[in-house]
């Protein structure tokens, strides 16, 4: 059915907040009339563009939003670099990493990068590997962009990319939290397979990539989030 998937997720938010659109919470900065065009995604089945303005109101958002997991993430981690920042925008991951780092991304959107690190204008998803002997790559908030079959490549490309010890670290939203639902509703709004993919969809990408079984850490200051860890061998 056209539609089906965007659909499914309609109502996923609507079974657990209520049976009228108008009392979603909108998740984040969601581009403006967004979902007031609900229907028309779901009649056609194809995501909404977005503008410029858009991207530079969503990357403002995600640096303000991820300092503080960010700094409780390199706390608990005790990493040893380089870090691989891999759809890494604004920087916020990089910024607090302390340590070498370069952030991964396409180059409208190094453009907005507000850190010192290094920046590494790549599709990571068309690109066919990243720059290896990586001590950490990272993970932030991308995977929801895509689709299971290109989460699967990228973290395959990513764990090649870390030399052996070396740690992925997988940050997204929880597909459990209310959070993670609406976000999914966002992401069938405005990608074209994007979704947030549930904790053991994401640890079997890992898994098969060649990592050691993935640990999960909790963060105080984003505890909707979904943070998993694996180890090269």
Request: proline content about 7%; glycine content about 10%.
């Amino acid at each position: 059915m056209k539609g089906a998937r965007r659909l499914r997720k309609l109502l996923e938010a609507l079974a657990l907040f209520g049976l009228d659109p108008e009392n979603l919470p909108e998740p984040g900065p969601v581009p403006e009339g967004g979902w007031g065009q609900l229907a028309h995604v779901i009649r056609t089945d194809e995501p909404l563009r977005t503008e410029p303005a858009d991207l530079q109101r969503f990357h403002d958002y995600l640096w303000q939003a991820g300092a503080a997991a960010a700094r409780e993430l390199w706390e608990q981690l005790k990493p040893d670099g380089p870090l691989l920042d891999l759809g890494g925008g604004a920087g916020a991951y990089s910024a607090a990493f302390p340590g070498e780092a370069t952030v991964v991304d396409m180059p409208e959107v190094l453009k907005l990068s507000k850190t010192q690190a290094k920046l590494l204008a790549l599709n990571i998803l068309n690109t066919s590997e990243y720059p290896n002997e990586q001590g950490v790559v990272l993970l932030a908030n991308v995977l929801h962009l895509f689709g299971e079959s290109d989460c699967a490549a990228i973290v395959r490309k990513a764990t090649a990319a870390l030399k052996r010890g070396g740690i992925l670290v997988v940050k997204d939203l929880d597909s459990a939290t209310p959070q993670g639902v609406l976000f999914a509703l966002n992401m069938a709004l405005f990608t074209k397979d994007g979704d947030v993919h549930d904790p053991q969809t994401v640890r079997s990408w890992m898994l098969e990539s060649g990592l050691g079984e993935p640990r999960r850490l909790r963060l105080q200051t984003s505890p909707e989030s979904l943070v998993l860890v694996g180890r090269k061998p």
